[in-house]
């Protein structure tokens, strides 16, 4: 195993930017032509997980995975091991907010995504449209319009093509993403529920630190995908390999007071702190914690830690860490039986390492159920 990928990295020169890898890639870049081909396995449950550094795919742990979606640079190395373990490559796709009425646009930006795709031997993309749009505004009909088009021609042009779409931890219009979920499901293969960052909006008289991926939020927002009638197969949920350090105005019992930074339509949001990586945590700052411990908050199934910076002032920091993801992997599985888990990013917690090991352990694997 470590020698092929070996093979690759020494091979197969690293693609810095899209252009050099159309020029590196028309031509099948793998030792065996085979690889080059789109996987075209039969539907199945996901382990999906976004990938924001390529060059680290030697320290992932491809038994767990079944799509990486790549949101950094491109890896032809990537591409060949993953494919050679039956795992797919997606490419992110960003749709433009201010070209949605524009279908002269829409036809050149299908075409070039599908172009890019079969240039780089890819199997599909990962749409990321985060923007505000207004419940069934014109924007709202073109969107849903866009992303059926384009899923109906991937899947027409390349066999076996996958098209996922990510969508907020809830579909009551978090961040005033009011999408039309119901059409964007059925056009899709799945959607992807970003179940973090859920204190993005924050309505409280008082703005103090939350917990990013509670399981009370996660479950409720899947709740609602449910009830708009979406299948639970058609749904997967996401979840961080990260956390949100805050700096506390103030620390009472462990209530941190946070700085009121407003974000579409509220006064209190998650831009109040900044976002570290689960490894990061464990190593620079748990062993810095005020009170020599890591809280365990069991409602939210969730973990924080109070520390003081270099600047003497304290903060908290909320994250997940293995014990609570593998109660949220299972939760997702045996509660709701949906397509699958996400992953955000897998680049903060890396194989060979005593931490990232303990979160790659977490997840379930091709022979759990969750995969069956």
Not at 125 to 139: G, R
Not at 140 to 162: M, P, R
Not at 347 to 357: I, N, S
Request: glycine share 4%; net charge negative; aromatic share 14%.
């Amino acid at each position: 195993m470590y020698l092929k990928m070996y093979f690759y990295y020494i091979i197969f020169p690293l693609c810095v930017n899209v252009a050099s890898c159309t020029l590196l890639s028309s031509k099948c870049p793998c030792y065996s032509p085979s690889l080059c081909q789109p996987l075209n396995v039969p539907a199945r449950k996901e382990v999906f997980v976004f990938s924001t550094n390529s060059k680290n795919f030697h320290l992932y742990d491809f038994t767990k995975i079944t799509t990486i979606a790549v949101f950094g640079e491109w890896n032809e190395h990537l591409l060949c091991f993953a494919h050679s373990k039956n795992v797919r490559v997606v490419l992110k796709s960003l749709i433009p907010f201010h070209q949605l009425l524009n279908a002269t646009y829409q036809n050149e930006w299908i075409k070039d995504q599908l172009n890019m795709v079969e240039t780089l031997h890819a199997d599909g993309i990962n749409i990321d449209f985060e923007n505000a749009v207004k419940y069934k505004s014109k924007e709202y009909y073109a969107l849903s319009e866009w992303v059926n088009i384009t899923s109906q021609i991937f899947h027409d042009a390349i066999k076996g093509s996958q098209v996922t779409f990510d969508v907020a931890w809830s579909p009551n219009c978090i961040d005033d993403r009011c999408y039309d979920y119901i059409n964007l499901a059925e056009s899709v293969d799945f959607l992807i529920v970003m179940s973090y960052d859920e204190q993005s909006q924050m309505y409280d008289t008082e703005c103090h630190a939350k917990p990013n991926a509670g399981i009370n939020k996660t479950a409720s927002g899947i709740v609602g995908y449910l009830e708009l009638g979406i299948d639970s197969n058609e749904l997967v949920a996401g979840l961080p390999w990260y956390g949100y350090d805050y700096p506390c105005i103030k620390l009472i019992a462990n209530k941190c007071l946070i700085k009121e930074i407003p974000f579409r339509g509220t006064n209190c949001s998650d831009a109040a702190g900044i976002q570290k990586c689960y490894v990061t945590i464990m190593y620079n700052i748990v062993p810095h914690s005020i009170d020599h411990k890591i809280h365990y908050d069991v409602a939210s199934q969730s973990k924080f830690v109070n520390y003081i910076s270099e600047n003497k002032q304290i903060h908290q920091v909320w994250f997940d860490d293995p014990i609570t993801l593998k109660y949220k992997y299972d939760y997702v599985h045996h509660v709701f039986g949906l397509r699958g888990i996400g992953v955000w990013n897998v680049d903060c917690a890396l194989m060979g390492d005593h931490y990232g090991d303990m979160m790659w352990n977490a997840l379930p694997s091709s022979s759990d159920n969750i995969l069956q």
